[in-house]
């Protein structure tokens, strides 16, 4: 029996691939409109339910997962290529490339000017300097080699863009801002001033999204579970020198706890 069809031939495969993962084979007949149709009609009220669950949200990363896992070469789609600055900006919103913009530019500021002239002027304040606001988050724009600015913005850009897209811009402002002042304030205590990164901000957001997909699924916001391992592991590297690298321990597990618990607190009314 005929189902439902599609002006989007992408939305009508994501659906298609969902209900495979629930064991009900759907065909898709591409003519002006991409027509869905059933031949076991004992699974209709299983369709038309998911149908209007999809609908409501199609672009849930369950209909994504499954598309992953269930979808073939031989679907017929053809795509059309797209630049990178079209991907990049598909998934995050813009508060996310706000700040990936901002440390780029201080990044190119640290090469040309020097590490050192830059951190007088966006360091975390020393002695005199607590009124010089600005202060307080700038360290979280500073890095200090490629490598470092890059793991840092693919997980800012992968993490923050899906809860921005999902959540809004004031959720991630919000988890930028404490996580920022808390870690940095933290890892001052251990290290002084001269320290900087994204990365509390980033351990934050690990936190929350794992969190929040494990208790509030329907968010559409997670982090799958090997990935916090591999959280937890980079900490141990950290605190164990391993590698030799130059790493901010404190400002990592204070970014984390706090992504916890926000996460904890947005989800304490969820059944």
């Not at 005199?128 to 700038?138: E, K």
């Not at 004031?170 to 404490?178: D, N, R, S, Y």
């Not at 001033?193 to 929040?212: E, T």
Request: glycine share 8%; with cysteine.
């Amino acid at each position: 029996m005929r189902i439902t069809e599609f002006s989007n031939p992408r939305m009508a495969q994501a659906f298609v691939d969902y209900m495979a993962t629930q064991g009900v084979a759907i065909r898709i007949e591409h003519e002006n409109q991409s027509i869905l149709w059933l031949d076991d009609d004992s699974n209709v009220s299983l369709v038309e339910n998911e149908l209007e669950r999809f609908i409501r949200d199609p672009n849930h990363p369950r209909y994504q997962a499954a598309s992953w896992h269930s979808g073939t070469t031989s679907s017929g789609l053809r795509y059309q290529g797209s630049s990178l600055m079209a991907n990049i900006t598909q998934r995050a919103g813009p508060l996310t490339l706000t700040v990936i913009a901002l440390c780029i530019l201080v990044f190119i500021l640290m090469q040309l000017l020097g590490d050192q002239t830059v951190m007088s002027w966006l360091a975390w304040p020393n002695n005199d300097q607590h009124f010089q606001l600005w202060r307080w988050f700038t360290p979280a724009l500073l890095h200090f080699s490629f490598l470092h600015i890059a793991f840092n913005l693919l997980w800012w850009w992968y993490l923050g863009g899906a809860i921005e897209k999902r959540l809004g811009a004031g959720k991630l402002f919000v988890i930028l801002v404490i996580s920022a002042l808390l870690s940095g304030w933290m890892q001052s205590r251990f290290s002084g001033v001269m320290f900087g990164g994204l990365s509390g901000a980033v351990y934050a957001l690990m936190g929350y999204a794992w969190l929040r997909g494990e208790r509030d699924p329907e968010s559409g916001v997670y982090l799958e579970r090997g990935m916090m391992v591999f959280a937890v592991v980079w900490l141990v590297v950290g605190y164990m020198g391993w590698f030799g690298l130059s790493i901010a321990n404190a400002a990592h597990v204070t970014g984390l706890l706090v992504g916890l618990a926000m996460a904890f607190v947005d989800t304490r009314n969820v059944k």
